[in-house]
């Protein structure tokens, strides 16, 4: 993995986790590698466990058991139990919570401990747990400091402090931290025990990715990929989607065939396939955009899904309309020019196939990625496939079929 050698590699290895979350694990594991076993151990120590194991994967098999043995006790407990919460929730995100204190604890005494915490990783706050490890209070350092060492840490801690729950999604988690900007955030369960934290750093860049991730999906690029990634694995991450969206073109392709004779009697249609698809095309993009935004944002509850598919219905018909009356003079000019009398009954019948294929578009583009979410299915990976093949089918076959009921 070249990319080590070609990166400086602080001494501090705090500093360097931090500098290791802007790289995909595979990346990651290259700027590692250079890296002494101990050092590699205390960086990702401090990581989320599922990121750890993602950039375990890419090392050698020797090595990473050799790091894997290395690694603070209960690290393999953690990344069962973060595994065992959704994908992009804040489970998955996790980081143990280094300093943890008991409530009749001094201040003196704590702050002693938390000296010889600074070389197990990063942490912003204290947090004070019962015997069974519930959460009882955080501490803030300025409190610390200005406290007497005498001082019980129950008597200074935050009582109550906020907190996420590991289940709940990035969405969800955004929208409560939003007027709560914390360096860190304590995740509990049910019942209250302390199961880690979560930087804010990591919570807001994870939703950020998760956002940013979406436009890359539409078109299958993958959101571990990023500028410097090499390219032998993008070529691996996108040429898989390349060939599916090739095998869904060929539907399209199998409308106009079916239609060749429609073509060969009126081949100035042949001028407006494309035109049709297009604005079809885009008018689905536009209503799958924000309905996938709605979805990120958890906007679409209740009655949300069945209004968001009227209102696209009617901008569908509303656009399509307008569009359709310009597309319907470039039908007539184009006609008359080819010298074909049937230059009128043809920019009527693009007019209603343009009517017909925009509300077709902004419907499917507003439920394809709802139903696809209900089964279980990322809708901004696979709702563009979908929705491109939908409207191509969906423009040929009105201007194709009505043409073909109309002048045939």
């Known amino acids: 993995m070249s990319v080590a050698a070609q990166t400086e590699i602080p001494d501090d290895s705090v500093s360097y986790s931090f500098k290791l979350d802007a790289h995909d694990p595979y990346e990651a594991a290259g700027l590692l590698e250079a890296l002494p076993d101990p050092v590699v151990v205390k960086v990702l120590s401090g990581q989320p466990a599922e990121r750890t194991q993602a950039i375990l994967d890419n090392f050698a098999r020797k090595r990473r058991e050799a790091i894997v043995a290395a690694l603070p006790v209960g690290f393999v407990e953690r990344e069962w139990l973060e595994s065992a919460f959704p994908e992009s929730s804040v489970g998955r995100l996790m980081a143990p919570a280094i300093a943890q204190f008991s409530p009749d604890m001094t201040v003196a005494d704590a702050v002693s401990e938390m000296r010889g915490m600074l070389n197990k ?19 803030v350092m300025r409190d610390m400091l200005l406290a007497s060492p005498d001082a019980k840490l129950e008597d200074i801690m935050i009582r109550k402090p906020f907190s996420l729950r590991p289940e709940m999604p990035l969405v969800d988690a955004m929208k409560v931290v939003l007027d709560r900007h914390y360096p860190d955030y304590p995740v509990v369960d049910e019942a209250g025990h302390l199961l880690g934290v979560v930087r804010g750093e990591t919570l807001f860049k994870a939703q950020t990715v998760e956002i940013s991730a979406q436009a890359g999906s539409m078109v299958g690029v993958d959101k571990e990929e990023r500028i410097n990634t090499i390219w032998g694995r993008c070529f691996k991450l996108r040429h898989p989607w390349l060939q599916l969206n090739l095998f869904t073109a060929f539907l399209a392709g199998a409308v106009v065939g079916i239609f060749q004779d429609t073509i060969d009697k009126i081949v100035v249609l042949a001028a407006f396939l494309p035109v049709l698809a297009g604005q079809a095309g885009n008018t689905g993009c536009q209503s799958l955009a924000v309905t996938l935004r709605g979805l990120t944002l958890g906007e679409l ?66 439920l394809v990625p709802v139903v696809l979410r209900r089964l279980g299915t990322d809708p901004a990976t696979a709702s563009s496939i979908f929705v491109t093949t939908a409207t191509d089918v969906a423009s040929l076959s009105l201007l194709l079929g009505i043409a073909t009921i109309i002048l045939l």
């Open 121 to 139: 990783g990063f942490f912003s706050y204290g947090y004070v747990v019962d015997t069974e490890g519930r959460l009882l209070g955080a501490l």
């Open 301 to 366: 509850k209740g009655g949300g899904i069945a209004k968001l598919i009227s209102k696209e219905a009617w901008l569908g018909l509303l656009n399509g309309g307008l569009v359709g009356v310009t597309a319907a003079i470039g039908m007539f000019i184009f006609a008359n020019m080819q010298g074909d009398e049937r230059a009128l009954t043809l920019s009527i019948i693009v007019f209603l196939a343009m009517i017909g294929s925009c509300v077709i578009s902004g419907v499917f583009g507003a």
